[in-house]
């Protein structure tokens, strides 16, 4: 394939993405002493049996290391009210810094949590492949925390949200 078409594929492969409405979340995990978090929208559900999930994480990413290593990890899927967590853990705050606007708390592991997420999946690192740019980490649920009624924070044509744009609908 050419640079060109390769180039535009890549692009347009970009525009497209903008249009799927997806769920905020934010990764967190610790290595031994320091803990980490991150923005995302690339998890989802991988079995019901056993209980588990995958989550997708470029390889430059700070919280990559201590996955690589094989830390277990959370997923805090926000609501709409927590865009400023989500904020701070895309970029604004750094390191330590991303767990001093909301309140953190960990489990029996050490693997730290959003107490008021919407839920709080807690995972045991259970397998990993790279692909391309992104790791895809496997994570066995190990324990859910639910909070609050469903009010899922939204990403969307690169804006936070509290919900989908109803465009172009079609009476049934």
């Known amino acids: ?30 290595d031994s002493e320091r ?4 923005s995302v929208t690339a998890v989802d559900s991988l079995s019901a049996d056993p209980p588990s999930l995958l989550i997708c994480i470029n390889r430059n990413s700070s919280i990559y290391p201590p996955l690589d290593a094989g830390a277990d990890f959370c997923v805090n899927l926000l609501a709409v009210d927590h865009r400023e967590i989500a904020v701070d853990c895309s970029g604004r705050l750094k390191g330590e810094d991303r767990f001093t606007t909301a ?4 489990d029996q592991q050490g693997v730290p949590y959003l107490q008021d997420a919407q839920a709080a999946l807690i995972c045991e690192q259970d397998g990993r492949f790279d692909y391309g740019t992104h790791a895809v980490f496997i994570g066995r649920l190990r324990e859910v925390r ?11 044509d690169g804006q936070y949200s509290k919900s989908a744009p109803l465009m172009g609908m079609c009476a049934a």
């Not at 803990?35 to 991150?38: E, G, T, W």
């Not at 639910?146 to 939204?154: Q, T």
Request: with cysteine; proline share 2%.
């Open 35 to 38: 803990r980490y978090s991150m």
């Open 1 to 30: 394939m050419s640079q060109d078409i390769s180039t535009k594929l890549r692009e347009d492969m970009l525009s497209a993405m903008r249009r799927m409405a997806r769920s905020v979340a934010v990764v967190s995990c610790r």
């Open 146 to 156: 639910l909070s609050g009624e469903v009010a899922p924070l939204v990403y969307v």
């Open 103 to 106: 309140a953190w708390d960990a």
